[in-house]
């Protein structure tokens, strides 16, 4: 029985990490609101939700619409790549934003509301995903699959809303749908509340608050033992 329970479990797990989108938004967010976002998704759905006309037959003209789509929306891209799955294209686009609460309402995020605020001493993030109603038609041969938006978070993860598998390894969220749902405007929504100090300063924090307490007692030890021997050399004769 047991044998079985640990094989299923190592099934479900492998499932999960082979689960792959359609269609995705993944955000790498700091506590200061900056951080890196990727997109990746098939050319007709690129269409249908950022309302960017694509031709997968030329994977460089793809690269460079999405290159400047982004970049006049004030991000700075870091890499464009075409790859392909199961006979498909994907266009993928890395970017950096200085301030997550500006990447909203933007040529390139016009299917993205996301804000972050800080309130009680903690960090919360909102928003939500749709399809806009001006978008291109487009993406009807990409019904099957799913898409979703992900985020990676600086930070310990205190609630969530009804993210798909709760707080994953390296504080992950994610929330997803079927793409057939979102390309009829399907609206997913998401948001989350978190510590307002990154994990990496109050790892450093506490390493340093280690070291300090060992130097101090350290300090009190060699006193100590200072001390006591003043007090012999004063009792010898």
């Not at 290159?67 to 994907?90: C, D, P, Q």
């Not at 040529?107 to 605020?117: E, K, Q, S, T, V």
């Not at 205190?158 to 405007?185: F, S």
Request: some cysteine; aromatic content about 8%; hydrophobic content about 45%.
């Amino acid at each position: 029985m047991i044998p079985r329970l640990a094989a299923a479990l190592l099934l479900a797990t492998a499932l999960r990490g082979c689960l792959t989108y359609e269609y995705e938004h993944e955000v790498w967010l700091q506590v200061d609101g900056s951080g890196v976002v990727n997109v990746t998704g098939r050319p007709g759905l690129w269409t249908a939700f950022k309302g960017l006309p694509l031709d997968e037959r030329d994977p460089e003209a793809m690269m460079k619409a999405a290159r400047e789509l982004f970049e006049k929306s004030g991000l700075t891209v870091r890499r464009t790549t075409v790859t392909r799955r199961r006979g498909h294209a994907y266009l993928f686009v890395s970017a950096e934003f200085r301030d997550v609460n500006r990447v909203s309402y933007t040529p390139a995020f016009p299917d993205l509301r996301i804000g972050l605020r800080r309130e009680g001493g903690r960090l919360h993030l909102d928003g939500s995903w749709q399809r806009p109603i001006e978008a291109l038609a487009g993406g009807e041969a990409d019904r099957e699959g799913l898409m979703a938006v992900r985020f990676h978070l600086p930070s310990k993860v205190y609630g969530h809303r009804r993210a798909a598998d709760g707080v994953e390894r390296g504080n992950i969220l994610g929330w997803r749908q079927e793409t057939a749902a979102a390309l009829d405007g399907g609206r997913l929504e998401f948001g989350a509340e978190m510590d307002n100090r990154s994990i990496l300063s109050s790892t450093v924090m506490l390493f340093a608050g280690a070291v300090v307490l060992a130097a101090v007692l350290l300090a009190l030890g060699l006193w100590a033992v200072v001390r006591q021997g003043r007090k012999d050399l004063q009792r010898s004769p």
